[in-house]
C-alpha cells in the first residue's frame, strides 16, 4: 500500500524559508505512470494546488508561487522537497503531498496525512 | 488565477440526494475532461472521489457520480448517508500542467 509521509519544521519566521520532504513509502517514485504534488490548506480555508514534479525533474508550478516555490526529486530516497522562500503569514496552512496520476491530470489518488505550518516570530 | 466556482454550502436529509456545481470557464472545466471531485472530513486528508469528469475509483460507492455539461461540472450523491457530511472540493487541469481547485463545499447531512 503506498503511503506518503510529509516532515519538516512546523514553524517558520517571516521572511524566511518554508522546507519541507515528502517520503513515498511502498512504491516507487520513479515510475513513469506518476506526477507527485504539493496542495496546501489554509486554516479554515479552501485547498490550493501549489506545484508537481515528475521524476524526471520536469516541474509545474501556480502562478501566484511561482517566483517563490521550489519543487525538487530525489530518486535515491525516494522523496520530494518543498521549498518556499520569504514566506509571510499567509503562508500558514496545512501542507499535503500527493501522487498525482500522469494520464488523468488532475486526479491525486494518494496523499499524505498533512503537517501543519505556522508562520510566525 | 481564480479558484473554480463551488456553493459555499448544500443540504440534504438521509436518504435524498444532493448535487455540488463546480463552474469555470473554456480554459479549465470546459476545456478538458479532467475534472476530480474530493471529499474531507474535519482533520482528515482530502479523499479522491471521481476522476475524469464521471470514473469513481473501485472503493468509491456507486452513490457518488459525476458529470460536465460545458463550463460546469457537478458532483451527485444519491441515498445520503450521515457519514457523507464534509467538505466537497474540485479540481481541473487547466492546460500547461497546471491545476486548479474549487472553493470548497460544506455538506450537511440533516
Known amino acids: 500500500q503506498l503511503q506518503l509521509q510529509e516532515s519538516g519544521p512546523g514553524l517558520v519566521k517571516p521572511s524566511e524559508t518554508l522546507s519541507l520532504t515528502c517520503t513515498v513509502s511502498g512504491g516507487s517514485i520513479s515510475s513513469s505512470s506518476y506526477y507527485w504534488g504539493w496542495i496546501r490548506q489554509p486554516p479554515g480555508k479552501g485547498l490550493e494546488w501549489i506545484g508537481s514534479i515528475y521524476y524526471s525533474g520536469s516541474i509545474s508550478y501556480t502562478p501566484s508561487l511561482r517566483s517563490r516555490v521550489t519543487i525538487s526529486v530525489d530518486t535515491s530516497t525516494n522523496q520530494f522537497s518543498l521549498k518556499l522562500t520569504s514566506v509571510t503569514a499567509a503562508d500558514t496552512a496545512v501542507y499535503y503531498c500527493?501522487?498525482?496520476?500522469?494520464?488523468?491530470?488532475?486526479?491525486?489518488?494518494?496523499w499524505g496525512q498533512g503537517t501543519l505550518v505556522t508562520v510566525s516570530s | 488565477q481564480s479558484a473554480l466556482t463551488q456553493p459555499r454550502s448544500v443540504s440534504g436529509s438521509p436518504g435524498q440526494s444532493v448535487t455540488i456545481s463546480c463552474t469555470g470557464t473554456s480554459s479549465d472545466v470546459g476545456g478538458y475532461n479532467y475534472v476530480s471531485w474530493y471529499q474531507q472530513h474535519p482533520d482528515k486528508a482530502p479523499k479522491l472521489m471521481i476522476y475524469d469528469v464521471a470514473k469513481r475509483p473501485s472503493e468509491v460507492p456507486d452513490r457518488f457520480s459525476g458529470s460536465k455539461s460545458g463550463n460546469a461540472a457537478s458532483l451527485t450523491i444519491s441515498g445520503l448517508q450521515v457519514e457523507d457530511e464534509a467538505d466537497y472540493y474540485c479540481?481541473?487541469?487547466?492546460?500547461?500542467?497546471?491545476?486548479?481547485f474549487g472553493g470548497g463545499t460544506k455538506l450537511t447531512v440533516l
Open positions: 500527493a501522487r498525482v496520476a500522469r494520464y488523468s491530470a488532475s486526479t491525486f489518488d494518494y
Open positions: 479540481c481541473s487541469y487547466v492546460g500547461s500542467y497546471t491545476l486548479l
